[in-house]
T-cell receptor, first 112, second 112 residues
């Protein structure tokens, strides 16, 4: 158990819909990262938050957004879902936004 | 540009045989180097990491990796593979104040 909790574990939804993925970082970790893993593109960095503020942005689509709340949990919002958004979404956390990061189990999103 | 390459998409070895998974990187700063394993249906688990010091790093599950600065490589090795090692292996690179760059992964299959 990495200490990073992601919910839900599985999510099946229709195209055009909007979903929210939730991540609770390890206790004491200030930084949260979101990654998307799909079969054809491997692991892609989406976005990073540090202590409530956006720190870095990767290959995140405009249809996607995220935020980190005062209690440090984070949510990734995916809207206008397309079939190609089906993937495993990982959250990771680290103490200071660098170095070692601990990953959650991921949320498997299936868009039908 | 920051990049991590894992040249081997899929490797198959017999149980008990030795293993080497290759990782090469291009990174502007002095990197931190990581190997993660993802078993089927599970999240990522850190196998080992290199920050500084001894270039031969020991990790969990009998894995080790050697950092070779001149070759920009951080290859993962195991002297004797077990059937339970079958998984996807990711090499990752990070640096202070910067984010991780993950390789595309190498799938390891183990024959009985």
């Amino acid at each position: 158990d990495s200490g990073v909790t992601q919910t839900p574990k599985h999510l099946i939804t229709a195209t055009g819909q909007r979903v929210t993925l939730r991540c609770s970082p390890r206790s004491g970790d200030l930084s949260v990262y979101w990654y998307q893993q799909s079969l054809d593109q491997g692991l892609q960095f989406l976005i990073q938050y540090y202590n409530g503020e956006e720190r870095a942005k990767g290959n995140i689509l405009e249809r996607f957004s995220a935020q980190q709340f005062p209690d440090l949990h984070s949510e990734l919002n995916l809207s206008s879902l397309e079939l190609g958004d089906s993937a495993l979404y990982f959250c990771a956390s680290s103490v200071e936004g660098r170095g070692r990061a601990f990953f959650g189990q991921g949320t498997r999103l299936t868009v039908v | 540009a920051q990049s991590v390459t894992q040249p081997d998409i899929h490797i198959t070895v017999s149980e008990g045989a030795s293993l080497e998974l290759r990782c090469n990187y291009s990174y502007g700063a002095t990197p931190y180097l990581f190997w993660y394993v993802q078993s089927p249906g599970q999240g990522l688990q850190l196998l080992l990491k290199y920050f500084s010091g001894d270039t031969l790093v020991q990790g969990i599950k009998g894995f080790e990796a050697e950092f070779k600065r001149s070759q920009s490589s951080f290859n993962l090795r195991k002297p004797s593979v077990h059937w339970s090692d079958a998984a996807e292996y990711f090499c990752a690179v990070g640096a202070e104040g910067q984010n991780f760059v993950f390789g595309p992964g190498t799938r390891l299959s183990v024959l009985p």
